[in-house]
């Protein structure tokens, strides 16, 4: 079966702004026609940031929105854009997908549940208290949570390696991107082109997947 392979970090704004085009990966994945792997890129160590990037996030932000139709919600805006605490964590959002995944969530659900809750809804994804929220919302208990994200601490490192090391083999220098393999093949399918335009990226994709 050809699979298509994602190579993403959770508070990456361009990957964001690629769910729509994700969701129809994924749909197709569900229904049995490709399966879709994940890779995460550990783009952003744990850290604060200073008001300076702020500004270069939220230029960017209003790019991704006016190029992809992507929600950037209000409370989000005023919390990049305020003098308060912003801290930005690849590590431990990463570590909740893999812990998810663990407990038979899909990896992406749990992606864009992240995504949903930092970009559209303003909250702390770097937080604990935050990812335990949405797992509680997909029905995962408290002592399930803390155990699978303990687990995953172990996890995280080895998939972050095999990730760099795959990117490095096949040349992925950013987020979003996304491969398609079938046999041995490897071909990169340019996305970008295709934000905003659902229909046509359903039609490529046929054309791509057979």
């Known amino acids: 079966m050809t699979t298509v392979h994602y190579f993403y970090d959770p508070v990456c704004g361009w990957c964001y702004g ?3 085009l994700l969701n129809e990966l994924q749909a197709r994945a569900q229904q049995g026609y490709l399966q879709l792997e994940l890779h ?3 783009m952003i160590p744990r850290r604060a940031i200073d008001h300076s990037f702020r500004q270069h996030i939220l230029s960017a932000d209003q790019q991704i929105a006016r190029l992809t139709g992507a929600e950037f919600g209000e409370l989000y805006c005023q919390r990049v854009a305020s003098q308060g605490a912003l801290v930005l964590d690849s590590m431990i959002t990463t570590q909740a997908i893999l812990a998810a995944e663990s407990l038979g969530v899909d990896a992406f659900t749990m992606l864009k549940a992240i995504q949903a809750a930092h970009y559209r809804d303003g909250l702390d994804v770097a937080a604990e208290a935050t990812l335990q929220q949405l797992a509680g919302n997909m029905g995962i208990s408290q002592n399930q949570w803390q155990s699978a994200m303990y687990n995953a601490v172990a996890t995280l490192g080895t ?3 095999q990730s760099r ?4 083999r096949l040349g992925v220098q950013g987020f979003p991107t996304l491969l398609i393999k079938s046999g041995e093949q490897w071909q990169r399918l340019p996305h970008s082109q295709f934000y905003g335009q659902l229909p046509k990226w359903q039609q490529q994709l046929d054309q791509w997947l057979g």
Do not use: I
């Open 18 to 20: 690629a769910t729509e």
């Open 165 to 168: 090391q795959l990117m490095n």
């Open 159 to 161: 998939r972050l390696a």
């Open 40 to 42: 995460p890129g550990g």
